[in-house]
């Protein structure tokens, strides 16, 4: 269990310094090495700003690098001081090994998904500033959004090279049945994991009905939108900004970029999009968002970079009421014994992913019917703590993806108690652990050789430092 809660641990630092990591240097500075004690914990502001680090194949580390992971988590509210600088530096060492042997893997990166992602950023940091991009070049130490931007596109850059490449190293990576029942077998009892309450769920939902006439209104839109971008010169990009219901893509002007290796966002989308040639207008069309027109701007290859319209056409509050009082209906016909759940979401639930398994919740995590309750969506987990098994929730009131209102009413239709590791019975479970050691070996392994065949220098500032990997190639 120490491997599993060793690669817990490390997953954990990978995820908090995803955006931590630095860039190309530009000039290498001489300085004389500073002794660092081993594994402590060094003041950032005694190091030398520009001074080099390390060499790893085609990649620089400064000093200044750390300066930045340390800014970049007190950013996310994270006490810096609670790694080392030695683990931050082993950190940024993993990730400039794995950014070199992806780009000797040729593996290619979209810079424009990256400069979307980057835009992204900076809108946030502008937020958790209170809207000011002063106060964020102020405590970025850059003299200008641009420069700030060229930045964190190189970080970003870096880092999805780094994911891609651990990516590539783990797809293979498999476990038989006999590899979890042996990993089972060598925990022993008194490390055997605790699993959580869990329960299996179901649900019925009823959504509002949209008039025949409010959907054949935003086809007739989105049609004069075509016809006014082929026929008079509109610009689509003004025409998303104007009126699309997609908020998430209307600051950008509608834009996705689509890779059909990728799966991204719904069928119906991506059909649409893939069948296209550059520069062409789609039909309308549906999806479970709304009604849609696509404009494919760019295309990559397997790459499209994609602009469209989403509008989801209103609801009338008759269709509210109506939904409500369905719902009501079917939860007083199950109380009153004359249907059980599973029969009424079968016959009324509009949810089509669960209808036919009697309403049945599949956790998208395990592809199980197990929820542990404490992971659950904590507004759910407030309706379904104290149902008691086949006791049916209140009336919910939710919103669906296009932000319209829906009803559901759910049910626990069976519960595990908190429980010690069961071979037999939590699998699916066991088998992730396993999977999850296995990773880790064969991550660990492709380190290994790959730290002995690139060329690697470590400033003598760092010789000290207690590492997980042998960088100084010992």
């Avoid at 002063?134 to 931007?149: A, D, G, I």
């Avoid at 999805?160 to 925990?187: C, G, S, W, Y």
């Amino acid at each position: 269990m120490k491997l599993i809660i060793n690669l817990k641990h490390l997953i954990a630092v990978c995820l908090i310094l995803f955006v931590a990591t630095g860039m190309l240097a530009q000039e290498i500075i001489d300085e004389t090495p500073k002794v660092v004690e081993k594994d402590s914990v060094m003041p950032l502001v005694n190091v030398k700003i520009d001074g080099v680090s390390a060499v790893i194949g085609d990649y620089i580390i400064l000093e200044s690098d750390i300066e930045k992971t340390s800014r970049l988590l007190k950013s996310q509210g994270i006490d810096a001081e609670t790694y080392t600088r030695c683990e931050l530096f082993g950190r940024l060492l993993e990730d400039k090994l794995y950014a070199h042997h992806a780009i000797q893997d040729s593996i290619v990166i979209n810079d424009a998904e990256i400069r979307s992602y980057v835009n992204q950023q900076v809108e946030q940091f502008k937020q958790e500033f209170n809207g000011s991009l002063e106060e964020v070049l102020t405590f970025y130490k850059k003299e200008n959004e641009q420069s700030l931007k060229d930045e964190m596109f190189e970080i970003n850059k870096a880092n999805k090279l780094a994911a891609e490449m651990q990516k590539k190293i783990i797809e293979d990576v498999e476990v038989t049945p006999e590899e979890v029942r042996q990993f089972f077998n060598k925990i022993t009892k008194e490390q055997r994991p605790t699993f959580g309450t869990e329960l299996k769920v179901a649900q019925i939902v009823i959504e509002p009905e949209v008039a025949e006439e409010g959907i054949q209104k935003v086809i007739n839109q989105l049609k004069d939108f075509k016809r006014d971008v082929q026929e008079n010169g509109a610009n689509f990009r003004s025409k998303v900004v104007l009126y699309t219901d997609d908020m998430a893509s209307k600051k950008n002007g509608g834009l996705y970029t689509l890779n059909r290796k990728k799966p991204q966002m719904v069928k119906e989308f991506r059909e649409v999009a893939f069948s296209m040639q550059e520069g062409e207008i789609s039909e309308p069309f549906k999806t479970d968002f709304g009604y849609h027109i696509l404009y494919p701007e760019k295309i990559r290859g397997q790459e499209y970079d994609v602009r469209h319209i989403l509008l989801i056409p209103e609801v009338s509050q008759e269709a509210v009421k109506s939904a409500k009082d369905r719902i009501e209906a079917v939860k007083k016909n199950i109380e009153e014994g004359h249907i059980t759940f599973a029969e009424a979401a079968r016959e009324s639930s509009d949810e089509l992913e669960t209808k036919f398994q009697g309403g049945q919740l599949i956790n998208p995590a395990t592809q199980d019917y197990n929820f542990e309750l404490t992971k659950i969506d904590p507004e759910l987990y407030g309706h379904l703590q104290n149902l008691e098994n086949n006791e049916i929730s209140e009336i919910i009131v939710d919103r669906d993806r296009t932000g319209n209102v829906k009803f559901k009413i759910m049910t626990v239709t069976d519960r595990i108690d908190e429980h010690e590791a069961n071979y037999s019975r939590d699998y699916l479970k066991v088998k992730e652990l396993a999977l999850s050691e296995k990773r880790l070996d064969v991550i660990a392994k492709w380190q290994e050789e790959k730290i002995m065949d690139t060329y690697i220098k470590i400033s003598d500032v760092y010789k000290d430092c207690d590492f997980n990997s042998n960088w100084l190639k010992k």
